[in-house]
């Protein structure tokens, strides 16, 4: 039962009851109407919060953005650029366009870190390995093809 419907019940019982019980019982029927509902809707809504939660735990933290299904997320790395790169530094993009919706998604996701065109001490190297750009990693991470530079 819905607690609308339940609400809707309890009242109406208590406006018949109201005409029969006392003027100093009716209080009883005030309370009754409000805690009756409350009473039956909790255990379905615990139930669905409690579902919710357990799917949110096991849900990625990382997921595809809805309106760029054109380019593949990468989880993976979204979370070793997380895990790795400290909180306010930037980090480059090495064949990889500033202006796409997948990047800003990107950028979105692990910020506070900046994107920038500019040379940085952290670089995302999208679809090859970074030796492929010029670059001579201090540490090298890889997420599929796509990697995680540390200079």
């Known amino acids: 039962m819905s607690t609308a419907a339940a609400t809707a019940v309890a009242f109406a019982v208590a406006v018949v009851l109201s005409f029969f ?5 009716r209080w009883l029927l005030v309370v009754a109407v409000l805690v009756v509902p409350i009473a039956l809707g909790t255990p379905r809504f615990v139930r669905m919060e409690r579902s919710e939660a357990a799917a949110s735990a096991a849900a990625s933290p990382y997921s595809t953005p809805p309106p760029f299904k054109w380019r593949l997320a990468n989880p993976a790395l979204l979370a070793g650029i997380v ?9 480059s993009i090495m064949k990889g366009n500033l202006e796409t919706g997948w990047v800003r998604w ?15 001490h ?30």
Do not use: C, K, M, N
């Not at 895990?83 to 980090?91: I, K, N, R």
């Not at 990107?106 to 940085?120: F, H, V, W």
């Open 21 to 25: 019980a006392p003027r100093r019982l």
């Open 83 to 91: 895990e790795h790169v400290p909180a306010h530094d930037s980090v």
């Open 106 to 120: 990107l950028a979105y996701s692990i910020a506070p870190r900046q994107l920038t065109e500019d040379r940085a």
């Open 122 to 151: 952290w670089t995302i190297v999208f679809g090859g390995p970074p030796t492929d750009g010029g670059l001579h990693p201090t540490h090298a991470w890889a997420y599929g093809q796509d990697w995680l530079v540390e200079h």
